[in-house]
């Protein structure tokens, strides 16, 4: 039965319920509707407004005023503009049913958009910040509600989100109220919506990416992939529930690219993108520091599709373990609100992507990258060759180059380095060039390859940085234009030479040999002899052919500095150093002398039992890095297989006086497989190696006719020296010349008389 149009005076917010409540009033948080335009007051009506209606009860007006209740006024839908609703009885209470979402909650945390203005600038920003909260102090508010309100007598429309914040159930939309507790975050307008959100292809985002980056095209990929998933608008599933991914790890070197990548891609999808960092978590008061976590979560949630960066992924989610030490509560429990807000993310189905970096994944917390939450870690390995290619060739985009063939040969010259080492490298030949005194200001520069020549020796690959390595960088050369061998100057060795040149140098430029024989390369290579027999020279030699080839790191380590006294930190080291390698891959690690770190076992006689515990972690370490090569077969003998063969290549090289002063477990074949024992010079490998010495000793070869030239002498000396090393060969000459110089420090010459008083003395020895 319609009763008529009630004329609706104001609403009743939930301040006045309060103070109805605690004076004996009629108000309440139902839907109901005040008049005296009836007798009755305890009738439940049906209010119909344009194409909305709600269900309420009919109460007597207060103090003689028309009103109706926040959740009736917002069911309806009705403004300040609207006066009239019609109003039909009906005999039973309807607002108690289960359909019913007549009540109202104080709501914790509410997202402000403000609809009328762009992102401001930070001073005004941060006036809004502390003004908002005031200015909607008490308001009732709902998911979506566009209301107004006026900042420095400028009319500004808002929209309210609360996110399932509000209480109710039915018929009426579910209401909240902002009190002085709940907080309020401010966005903009500018802020992208999901529903208007529309993305590209992964492909055509792959291309956009690897134009912009280089060598990320593998990694750009998958992580896309991941993305879209999350961040496209469409009806969950099950299955989607599954697949997706709310977060990824981004994981490597410090330097590798990993923050780029991240600020490319949001870029490139044209999404809002947050870096959060620790110190924008960590605040000064208790409380603090999960509140603003929480807080940043919300304000990514309520911009979706957007994308959370965690930069430094180990500070604001370390691992437990590291906890057990420090006894920090506040890092305990950011940890459990992280954790906490990526399970929310999971089951609200928001498209919000979460990605971490991190350069130490181990000193992540596991609960972060497991159970469905940032699950997908993508580990980023040192650039290949063809990587290293596509990096330069976006770095040097725009120069002037000598020769368009520089990039190619750089690329092969920079083995081991990643991303912002190279970008150190173009930039220290750029400054060369601009500093060189050929150059003149106001022209465009043309780099040079002696440029490059001069930067390459001062920089190396941040990765080996920490180690001793041997050679400093030589002058690159290309393949194409290959240089003499460094081999060449090696005497007396050659069937040591030919088998290191099988075993550990043509593996890195062709593997597929092997492969083709279902075998993978030798992982452990042993070189024996007497002490002067050339073994570290012969290392010092392949590591400046690796570096000519440009096909491998090399890191050469002396046994005896892994050595500390602090109980654990030698076992440590031994891992570090491992790890370094793999990151470097392909990569070649040298012990000098390495009876020091792996002697026999049982005789070691520190109450630690160091040496023992050493040689475990060092056959652990010398078995770990084999088990990723296993998938490589005769089947797999492709450029996808040899290219990830390279990436996980670590071949050992070690040196030793004595093999049986080492443990037979390092002797096993899959450990050390090849041994080569370098033997004494022949006579006529001991003639090339004295003409050798002779070019850099200053001999007088006037005074004596018998030797009148340095192929006179190297024939005497090589005939008599039966049994010599060449150290025991460089070491006869600097007796010579150090007897001469004893005799006087005028000189400039060394008369032969002092090399055979040397090599007489030698000899009775």
């Known amino acids: 039965m319609e009763i008529g149009r009630v004329a609706v005076d104001r609403r009743v917010s939930r301040a006045q319920w309060d103070a109805g409540a605690s004076s004996g009033g009629h108000y309440d948080t139902r839907c109901s509707l005040y008049t005296d335009s009836v007798a009755s007051r305890h009738q439940y009506v049906r209010i119909v407004h344009g194409e909305r209606e709600a269900y309420a009860q009919l109460r007597g007006a207060v103090d003689g005023v028309n009103a109706v209740s926040a959740a009736l006024y917002a069911a309806l839908c009705l403004d300040d503009s609207v006066e009239n609703a019609v109003v039909e009885l009906l005999v039973h209470d309807v607002t108690m049913e289960e359909s019913c979402k007549c009540s109202m909650v104080d709501v ?11 992102q401001p600038s930070r ?80 492909e055509e985002y792959t291309n956009q990416i690897a134009e912009t980056v280089g060598g990320v095209r593998g990694t750009a990929e998958v992580l896309l992939r991941a993305m879209l998933s ?46 959060l960092q620790a110190a924008d978590v960590f605040q000064t008061y ?105 990096i330069l060739q976006v770095m040097t985009r725009g120069w002037s180059l000598e020769d368009s063939s520089l990039v190619v040969r750089l690329s092969e010259a920079t083995g081991g380095f990643v991303g912002a080492d190279l970008l150190s490298l173009c930039q220290k030949a750029l400054q060369i060039c601009v500093n060189d005194p050929s150059f003149t200001r106001g022209e465009h520069p043309t780099v040079l390859s002696t440029h490059f020549d001069q930067a390459l020796s001062t920089t190396y690959p941040s990765v080996l940085q920490a180690h001793h390595v041997s050679l400093r960088q030589q002058d690159y050369q290309s393949k194409s234009e290959s240089a003499s061998s460094a081999f060449e100057g090696v005497y007396g ?24 024989f279902g075998t993978v390369p030798p992982k452990g290579i042993l070189l024996t002899g007497l002490p002067g027999s050339g073994k570290t020279h012969l290392a010092n030699v392949v590591a400046a052919e690796l570096r000519r080839r440009g096909t491998a790191s090399f890191i050469s380590v ?36 390495i009876e020091s770190i792996a002697p026999v076992r049982g005789f070691d006689t520190s109450t630690e039992q160091t040496f023992d515990r050493l040689l475990s972690m060092l056959l652990v370490e010398m078995d770990g890095f084999s088990s990723s090569r296993g998938h490589l077969n005769k089947a797999n003998n492709s450029e996808e297989a040899r290219a990830a063969f390279l990436k996980s290549h670590v071949v050992i090289l070690a040196s030793t006086t004595e093999k049986t002063q080492l443990d ?55 005939e008599r020296t039966e049994g010599f090393t060449a150290g025991d060969l460089a070491a006869l000459f600097r007796e010579a010349a150090l007897t001469c110089l004893r005799e006087s420090l005028t000189t400039s010459s060394i008369p032969i008389k002092f090399v055979t008083e040397a090599l007489a003395t030698k000899m009775r020895c």
């Open 558 to 593: 002396r046994c005896t500095d892994l050595l500390t006294k602090v109980v654990g930190d030698t076992e440590k080291s031994l891992r570090e150093l491992f790890q370094t390698a793999r990151s470097a891959a392909p990569c070649v690690i040298y012990f000098d002398q």
């Open 664 to 718: 037979p477990a390092i002797l096993r074949p899959g450990r050390f497989d090849v041994h080569i024992e370098l033997q004494l010079p022949k006579q006529n490998a001991r003639y090339r190696l004295i003409v050798d010495l002779l070019e850099q000793i200053p001999l007088d070869y006037l005074n004596d006719p018998t030797f009148s030239n340095p192929s006179v002498v190297a024939e005497y000396v090589a």
């Open 230 to 275: 999350r961040l496209k608008s469409q009806p969950p599933t099950p299955e989607a529930a599954v697949q997706e991914n709310v977060g990824a790890i981004l994981c490597g070197l410090p330097g590798i690219g990993k923050t780029l990548i991240a600020k490319t891609v949001g870029e490139r999808l044209d999404v809002p993108v947050r870096f």
């Open 108 to 118: 914790e945390m509410v997202i402000v958009r403000m609809l009328d203005r762009s």
């Open 493 to 516: 060795v050659d069937d040591a030479v030919k088998a290191l040149k099988v075993s550990l140098l043509e593996p890195l430029e062709d593997s597929s040999r092997f492969l083709a």
């Open 286 to 390: 208790v409380g603090h520091s999960e509140t603003q976590l929480v807080k940043t979560f919300e304000a990514m949630m309520h911009q979706e599709p957007s994308i959370l960066v965690v930069d430094g992924l180990e500070s604001v989610a370390a691992s437990r373990q590291g906890f057990l030490d420090s006894e920090s509560p506040l890092e305990v429990s950011v940890l459990g609100t992280f954790v906490a807000c990526l399970d929310r993310l999971k089951s609200s189905n928001a498209h919000v992507f979460v990605l971490g970096t991190t350069s130490r994944l181990d000193d992540v917390d596991a609960s972060v990258y497991s159970n469905g939450r940032m699950d997908l870690v993508l580990r980023m390995d040192p650039p290949s060759q063809s990587e290293r290619f596509e």
């Open 123 to 202: 001073s005004i920003l941060s006036a809004l910040q502390r003004s908002i909260p005031k200015l909607v102090l008490d308001q009732v508010v709902w998911d979506g509600r566009v209301a107004r309100m006026s900042w420095f007598n400028r009319p500004e429309r808002i929209q309210f989100h609360s996110r399932g914040q509000c209480g109710g159930s039915g018929c009426c939309v579910a209401l909240g109220h902002i009190t002085q507790a709940t907080k309020v975050e401010v966005v903009f307008q500018d802020s992208s919506d999901s529903s208007a959100a529309s993305f590209n292809t992964v």
